[in-house]
């Protein structure tokens, strides 16, 4: 079981929360990694991209262990630009490519749906998207 000792401003769920949060994010890194190894690396911007979404993915899941909104932000931003990326890929392409759903593209996305929900979540649990938030940043204790 997780125990949340960080400080008095964070629930359990909180911490809970930012640690699935940070596990979508490394599903969705390790399976754009996995596709890149599988051919996607010959296929330009795409390539490329992925390279980035396996990297930040890894960087956001670790920064999820600081205190603060920054990672929370990066984390829902990461998961609903990767899922719209997915989305316009599997519509109308994107730079030229057409892909289609596979059990790796709905892990993937249910990660990313996880992503998005779980930094909104957690945001509003440590009070960042409250409205004392704007004159006071943080959560505050209670």
């Not at 125990?3 to 629930?11: I, Q, T």
């Not at 790796?104 to 909104?120: D, F, H, M, N, T």
Request: overall charge negative; some cysteine.
């Amino acid at each position: 079981m997780v125990e949340a000792h960080w400080d008095a401003r964070g629930s359990e769920a909180s911490v809970r929360t930012r640690l699935i949060g940070a596990l979508a994010a490394l599903v969705s890194a390790a399976i754009h990694l996995y596709l890149w190894f599988d051919g996607v690396k010959d296929q330009g911007t795409v390539g490329a991209l992925f390279v980035v979404n396996v990297l930040a993915g890894v960087v956001i899941a670790a920064l999820l262990l600081w205190r603060h909104w920054i990672p929370l932000f990066l984390l829902a931003g990461f998961g609903a630009s990767t899922l719209g990326a997915f989305l316009i890929a599997t519509t109308s392409g994107l730079f030229g490519i057409h892909t289609g759903w596979s059990w790796y593209a709905w892990l993937a996305a249910a990660s990313e749906v996880v992503a998005v929900i779980c930094g909104v979540y957690a945001a509003v649990d440590e009070g960042y998207l409250t409205p004392s938030s704007r004159s006071h940043p943080g959560p505050q204790p209670q």
